[in-house]
């Protein structure tokens, strides 16, 4: 039986943090044996918001290093960077033509994201969901593996198929409409400055953020200084207390332990006993990534080598399926 296909991706704008990889990267690598695999690092995407060309291109490697090291393996994926696969940009702009503009112009991070950028909003901004549409669609991807913050988009990349079949491919259609998959815990880990908030790479506080890259003294200080509250003894359930939920999750998924022997073992805790116990687990569980992500990141060639063997497997894939886009919607062919 022949697997069923994934494909996400991550933007290179600065360090992964906690939330990138409990919601996203764990899930790959926990599956990744069970699918045919496609990651990329959506570069594009990394431009719609002000961005330094000096940095674009080694955060590109960081993230691909960062997959590796984070377990991905290339006998069970393709790894590759959007900007090399120039069919992205090109099933981007066909999509757009069958986008309805207010459905772009409802996507809740697009009005997130506007605010925080004031003046700065540019059309690439808006077109982000077309774009990650295009990422998906062109690969003809079965599941979604992403965190809770994407669902929307996922929803709209699964109406852009259902409409462009409709429109144009009734009888064969062209698009495979994908699914999401969304996991439990750790779909939406919260910032460490405010149990309300989302963890976020925009954050202008790095102390609201673990990244995978920070170093035990690091890891240890921003725990140290992370928000809680005045009540002892530690549970998920309540629902008033945002932080403890947030932080419990964060070392059940750190530690590796079962909710129920967390819940166990917390439940009579006060925070000071607590943090030293989510600290250890986080350094323990971020060191193998680090060494890992070192190693690879010193041997550049080794690394190249897979994103070009990546950016072949994916390419062929991209390129049928814009062939067909393109046939479906009447385009001529050269030559011919
Ligand atoms: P990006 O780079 O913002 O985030 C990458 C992944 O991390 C997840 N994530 C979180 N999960 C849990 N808690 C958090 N606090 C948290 N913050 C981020 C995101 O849900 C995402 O899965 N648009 C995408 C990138 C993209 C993409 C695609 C994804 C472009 N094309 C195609 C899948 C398929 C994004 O903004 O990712």
């Given at each position: 039986?022949?697997?069923k296909?994934?494909?996400?991706?991550?933007?290179p704008?600065?360090?992964?943090?906690?939330?990138?990889?409990?919601?996203s990267?764990r899930?790959?690598?926990?599956?990744?044996q069970?699918?045919?695999n496609?990651?990329?690092?959506?570069?594009?995407?990394?431009?719609?918001?002000?961005?330094?060309?000096q940095?674009l291109?080694?955060?590109?490697?960081?993230?691909?290093?960062l997959?590796?090291?984070?377990?991905?393996s290339?006998?069970?994926?393709?790894?590759?960077?959007q900007s090399?696969i120039?069919?992205?940009?090109?099933?981007?702009?066909l999509?757009n033509?069958?986008?309805?503009?207010?459905?772009?112009q409802d996507?809740i991070?697009?009005k997130?994201?506007?605010?925080?950028?004031?003046?700065n909003?540019?059309m690439?901004l808006?077109?982000?969901?077309v774009?990650m549409?295009?990422?998906i669609?062109?690969y003809?991807?079965?599941?979604?593996?992403?965190?809770?913050?994407q669902?929307?988009?996922?929803?709209?990349?699964?109406d852009?198929a259902?409409?462009?079949?409709?429109?144009?491919?009734?009888?064969?259609?062209?698009?495979?409409?994908?699914?999401?998959?969304?996991?439990t815990?750790?779909?939406?880990i919260?910032?460490?400055?405010?149990?309300?908030?989302?963890?976020?790479?925009?954050?202008?506080s790095?102390l609201s953020?673990?990244?995978?890259?920070?170093?035990?003294?690091l890891i240890?200080?921003?725990?140290?200084?992370?928000?809680?509250?005045?009540?002892?003894?530690?549970?998920?359930e309540?629902?008033?207390?945002?932080?403890?939920?947030?932080?419990?999750t964060?070392?059940m998924?750190?530690?590796?332990?079962?909710?129920?022997?967390?819940a166990i073992?917390c439940?009579?805790?006060?925070?000071?006993?607590f943090?030293?116990?989510?600290?250890?687990a986080?350094?323990?569980h971020?060191?193998?990534?680090?060494?890992?992500?070192?190693?690879?990141?010193?041997?550049?060639?080794?690394?190249?080598s897979?994103?070009?063997?990546?950016?072949?497997?994916?390419?062929?894939?991209?390129?049928r399926?814009?062939?067909?886009?393109?046939?479906?919607?009447?385009?001529?062919?050269?030559?011919?």
């Amino acid at each position: 039986m022949t697997k069923k296909r994934v494909l996400s991706g991550i933007q290179p704008t600065g360090n992964l943090h906690l939330g990138n990889y409990l919601g996203s990267i764990r899930n790959w690598v926990e599956h990744q044996q069970d699918y045919e695999n496609y990651f990329c690092v959506v570069d594009l995407h990394a431009i719609t918001a002000p961005h330094d060309p000096q940095t674009l291109a080694e955060n590109s490697y960081t993230i691909a290093a960062l997959y590796l090291a984070c377990g991905i393996s290339v006998e069970h994926a393709s790894i590759f960077i959007q900007s090399h696969i120039p069919a992205h940009s090109e099933l981007t702009w066909l999509l757009n033509c069958v986008t309805p503009l207010n459905w772009l112009q409802d996507m809740i991070q697009f009005k997130e994201k506007a605010i925080k950028q004031g003046e700065n909003v540019n059309m690439g901004l808006l077109d982000y969901p077309v774009l990650m549409a295009a990422d998906i669609l062109l690969y003809q991807a079965d599941k979604v593996p992403v965190g809770e913050d994407q669902k929307q988009h996922l929803e709209l990349t699964r109406d852009i198929a259902a409409r462009f079949n409709h429109q144009f491919a009734k009888k064969n259609p062209v698009f495979k409409v994908p699914q999401a998959l969304i996991q439990t815990d750790g779909a939406r880990i919260m910032s460490l400055t405010d149990g309300t908030r989302k963890m976020s790479k925009s954050d202008s506080s790095d102390l609201s953020r673990i990244n995978l890259l920070d170093s035990p003294e690091l890891i240890q200080k921003k725990i140290k200084k992370c928000k809680t509250d005045l009540e002892r003894g530690l549970t998920f359930e309540s629902i008033d207390r945002p932080e403890c939920r947030n932080l419990l999750t964060l070392y059940m998924l750190m530690s590796g332990k079962p909710k129920e022997t967390v819940a166990i073992e917390c439940q009579d805790l006060g925070w000071g006993q607590f943090k030293p116990l989510l600290t250890e687990a986080t350094i323990e569980h971020l060191r193998p990534i680090q060494a890992k992500y070192q190693a690879v990141m010193t041997d550049r060639t080794y690394l190249e080598s897979i994103l070009s063997d990546g950016k072949n497997q994916a390419e062929s894939i991209a390129n049928r399926t814009l062939t067909e886009v393109k046939a479906a919607l009447g385009f001529s062919v050269p030559g011919t």
